[in-house]
């Protein structure tokens, strides 16, 4: 009975330690840049008008609550598999410059996505992040993000234009 209990004991231990190990070394990182040729204000007035989003935006077609610091919100993010119902915090809200949101399970799956304006000569650089974090991401196919926030980003592109010049140059 005893030798039970130390294999029991030893291999519950053995899980956790293979489940930290996953959950630590599990990270995915998603990047995007694009120039647009119009200023800071202009682009985030787009990104902050999210009652529009399911007119043009391809991944994150609604947002369920406010761009604030700390506020809570409710994205709904259309995948190859169907839309995904994704809360978040915001946890930047620089107007202007950033707005950063979190969220997930602790170790199962995080995601810390950013949205950043960059000043440059002749426009915005629009820069968006995301780091995944957590054991979910060794069998998780995330091969459809990039290309999605590619999409996204090229579509933040063509919706300034459009209210720039009512054309997408």
Request: glycine fraction near 8%.
């Amino acid at each position: 009975m005893i030798t039970v209990l130390k294999w029991g004991a030893g291999s519950t231990a053995l899980l956790l330690l293979l489940f930290a190990t996953l959950a630590l070394t599990g990270r995915k990182t998603f990047h995007t840049e694009i120039h647009i040729p119009a200023s800071p204000e202009i682009v985030w007035e787009v990104l902050m008008d999210t009652k529009s989003y399911p007119a043009w935006n391809p991944v994150f077609i609604e947002v369920e609550g406010s761009y604030r610091n700390g506020a809570k919100v409710v994205n709904k993010v259309q995948s190859p598999d169907g839309v995904l119902t994704i809360k978040a915090r915001i946890s930047e809200f620089v107007p202007l410059r950033k707005l950063r949101q979190q969220g997930g399970l602790s170790g199962l799956l995080t995601f810390d996505h950013s949205w950043e304006l960059v000043p440059v000569n002749g426009g915005t650089r629009l820069i968006q992040l995301e780091i995944d974090r957590g054991a979910y991401l060794w069998v998780w196919d995330s091969s459809w993000v990039q290309p999605a926030y590619q999409q996204t980003s090229a579509a933040v592109k063509e919706r300034v234009l459009l209210l720039l010049h009512g054309s997408d140059e």
